[in-house]
């Protein structure tokens, strides 16, 4: 069974950064499109940005220019690097598959997740 284990979230001031890391178990990472994902309190959950095996990359569009997503096959492990938060970043975010339309885009049980909250 794959696990999906994310880490990294915490508590910044507006302006502030930062990386999330995401790490799978399983031998399909290399082979998968993977996404992070994030849902705020009251909200549903929301693609924020996906990373295809060839590292062809997708954004949504709030996040263009501040998040960058990158990808480690060799460690199975997803990241997430966030500059310049604001707090309508504020979320918990997940990783999972992130396969493109029309096909379902998470594949995996989500895992615990990590919170970010951003405020002064």
């Known amino acids: 069974q794959v696990q999906l284990v994310e880490s990294g979230g915490g508590l910044v001031q507006p302006g502030g950064s930062l990386r999330l890391s995401c790490s799978a178990s399983g031998n399909f990472f290399s082979i998968t499109p993977m996404g992070w994902y994030r849902q705020a309190q009251g909200k549903e959950r929301e693609l924020v940005a996906r990373?295809?095996?060839?590292?062809?990359?997708n954004y949504l569009d709030s996040v263009k220019g501040r998040f960058t997503i990158s990808r480690d096959n060799a460690e199975n492990t997803v990241y997430l690097q966030m500059n310049n938060l604001k707090p309508e970043d504020t979320a918990v975010y997940y990783c999972?598959?992130?396969?493109?339309?029309?096909?379902?885009?998470?594949?995996?049980?989500w895992g615990q997740g990590t919170q970010v909250t951003v405020s002064s």
């Open positions: 999972n598959t992130a396969f493109p339309p029309p096909q379902r885009s998470s594949r995996f049980s």
């Open positions: 990373i295809a095996p060839n590292n062809n990359i």
